[in-house]
């Protein structure tokens, strides 16, 4: 299948800094990623959608902001929390769809996963 | 709008044993169905799909999942399951048409040897 990879796996910071996720889909080309947070013991709570070339969706509450997503290219999507504090702590996952094996428009095609980011804010 | 319920927070079965874990979904068009799997601190791998044709799918590491149109249902399931099967189950669901993949609350599976 598909592989998505993220950078950093984990990433503690200082509060009041900004972090930077990278999201990469290695041997596929995504022209929509998605970015998640999950809470311990929880569900993944959609945060945006990003297509590439344009302005990432926000999902209602999240702070468009706080969290920057910019998907320059195919393969990459970046997540940036911004003034990062405590509650910003959290599990990050973001996923890319590949077109490839369904077709663009079907709505067939499969989501992959990110491996996830571990955001520890001091 | 689309929805997905697991209605099993967790779900107990000895190593050998057939599994099933439960999805229930929602949508107005038709149904494009998922699982997905995921170990301790690591994104979720994706198990199988339902997208049409036959009701019984097969997916990876010997699951398979069964749709059920008239129930609504996705049910997850293993003939013989093993103790590395142990890990936190998530059906979704996306309506024909949209973009977004919508999950449910995630069951907690445990093989116990």
């Known amino acids: 299948g598909a592989v998505v990879s993220q950078h950093p796996s984990w990433v503690i910071c200082k509060s009041g800094t900004s972090v930077k996720i990278e999201c990469r889909s290695l041997d596929f080309q995504a022209t929509t990623m998605f970015w998640y947070r999950q809470f311990p013991k929880q569900s993944l709570m959609l945060m945006a959608t990003?297509?590439?070339?344009?302005?990432?969706?926000?999902e209602q509450g999240v702070e468009k902001d706080k969290f920057l997503i910019n998907h320059a290219s195919l393969t990459l999507s970046t997540l940036t929390v911004t003034s990062a504090h405590p509650e910003d702590s959290s599990f990050y996952i973001c996923s890319a769809r590949d077109f490839s094996d369904s077709g663009r428009e079907s709505g067939t095609d499969t989501q992959y996963f990110g491996p996830g980011t571990r955001l520890t804010v001091l | 709008a689309q929805s997905v319920a697991q209605p099993e927070d967790q779900v107990n079965v000895a190593e050998g044993n057939p599994l099933t874990v439960k999805c229930t979904y929602s949508?107005?068009?038709?149904?494009?169905l998922f699982w997905y799997v995921q170990y301790p601190n690591r994104g979720l791998q994706f198990l199988l799909k339902?997208?049409?044709?036959?009701?019984l799918v097969k997916g990876s590491y010997g699951f398979e999942a069964e749709f059920n149109k008239s129930q609504t249902s996705f049910h997850l399931k293993k003939p013989s399951a093993l103790v590395s099967d142990s890990a936190l189950y998530f059906c979704a669901v996306r309506d024909e048409g949209a973009q977004k993949l919508v999950f449910g609350q995630g069951t907690r599976l445990t093989i116990n040897p």
């Open positions: 990003s297509n590439e070339g344009s302005k990432a969706t926000y």
């Open positions: 949508v107005s068009g038709n149904p494009y």
């Open positions: 339902y997208i049409t044709g036959d009701n």
